[in-house]
């Protein structure tokens, strides 16, 4: 039901007292290796809630490229579309200070291996999907080569991050085009941009997608169309760790969008998603049950 195109990482997690500037070294606690990227991300945090669901990736033949794969299994993502080979699985280096600051050094890898040719080759993987989910840590051509093997009827959600221009045919395809405030003014452009979210939703409806949704933390989303604006409010909760809410949000939304939810209806549930996954450490890890949504 639902195929994510997107990117595959292992996070390698190391506690230090102080980041280390050039020249320097210092020391840190025990490394931590956590399944990350945000294509992985999506479709762990959709399985885990109970979508049919199916993730086109790469990641290298070695150890991170095993853990990532087996990820998606224990969450119940069907890893046919997952592609082995190529160059080193993706890595992101991070190191986080007491205060919760931290560097990160990305390695694509396999990531930016994720060829044009590739998605075409999965093309009946991509035209049997009600719901196509992509962002964009894998290159921008193969996001906008799946796109044109979409099945008729079936709906494209884009979480374009890392922000970047984006081309017509992409933009026109999104319903709904998915991004948070920096997202949002690095799209626009900084002069358009100004403060207010329904400007933001306003402006970038004009760019061509037929939906937006814009995220908003713990204020929760604005989603717009043709129709007009609607605020969706967030839930209350104590955030402990916002990585990967924004992907368990856009995943949750493309699933019930695909069940046949009206988007506003979808961005609701997927609040309530967002708002269990901050509550929690961790990205993957984070992600809810469906059950464990229904108590929110
Ligand atoms: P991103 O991670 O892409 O910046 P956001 O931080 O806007 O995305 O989070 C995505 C969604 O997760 C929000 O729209 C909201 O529904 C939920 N969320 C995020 N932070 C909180 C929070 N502190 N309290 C409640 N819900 C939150």
């Given at each position: 039901d639902l195929l994510v195109v997107g990117s595959a990482n292992a996070d390698l997690v190391i506690g230090v007292q102080r980041r280390p500037a050039a020249g320097e070294t210092v020391l840190g606690s025990d490394l931590a290796t956590h399944p990350g990227g945000k294509g992985?991300?999506?479709?762990?945090?959709?399985?885990?809630?109970?979508?049919?669901?199916?993730?086109?990736?790469?990641?290298?033949?070695?150890?991170?490229?095993?853990?990532?794969?087996?990820?998606?299994?224990?969450?119940?993502?069907?890893?046919?579309?997952?592609?082995?080979?190529?160059?080193?699985?993706?890595?992101?280096?991070?190191?986080?200070?007491?205060?919760?600051?931290?560097?990160?050094?990305?390695?694509?890898?396999?990531?930016g291996r994720l060829t044009p040719e590739d998605a075409r080759a999965a093309a009946g993987l991509i035209g049997s999907a009600r719901v196509v989910s992509a962002q964009l840590e894998v290159p921008?051509?193969?996001?906008?080569?799946?796109?044109?093997?979409?099945?008729?009827?079936?709906?494209?959600?884009?979480?374009?991050?890392?922000?970047?221009?984006?081309?017509?045919?992409?933009?026109?395809?999104?319903?709904?085009?998915?991004?948070?405030?920096?997202?949002?003014?690095?799209?626009?452009?900084?002069?358009?941009?100004?403060?207010?979210?329904?400007?933001?939703?306003?402006?970038?409806?004009?760019?061509g997608p037929r939906s937006v949704v814009v995220t908003l933390g713990a204020e929760g989303a604005l989603v717009a169309s043709a129709d007009g604006a609607v605020r969706v409010p967030s839930v209350k909760v104590d955030a402990v760790d916002t990585t990967g809410a924004g992907d368990a949000f856009t995943a949750a939304l493309a699933w019930r969008l695909g069940a046949g939810a009206s988007l506003a209806e979808a961005a609701a549930y997927a609040a309530r998603v967002g708002a269990v996954a901050v509550t929690r450490r961790g990205a993957q890890e984070s992600y809810p049950t469906a059950d464990e949504v229904e108590a929110v």
């Open positions: 992985a991300n999506q479709a762990v945090a959709a399985a885990r809630l109970g979508a049919r669901t199916a993730l086109l990736a790469r990641v290298g033949d070695d150890a991170h490229g095993r853990l990532l794969l087996e990820a998606q299994r224990a969450a119940g993502v069907d890893p046919a579309g997952v592609l082995v080979g190529g160059a080193p699985t993706g890595v992101a280096l991070i190191t986080v200070d007491p205060s919760g600051d931290n560097s990160i050094v990305v390695s694509p890898g396999a990531n921008l051509e193969t996001v906008v080569e799946a796109v044109r093997h979409l099945a008729e009827g079936s709906r494209f959600v884009l979480n374009p991050s890392p922000p970047r221009e984006l081309p017509q045919e992409l933009l026109a395809a999104c319903d709904p085009l998915i991004v948070n405030e920096h997202e949002a003014k690095v799209i626009l452009g900084g002069d358009e941009a100004g403060d207010d979210p329904e400007d933001w939703a306003r402006a970038l409806l004009a760019r």
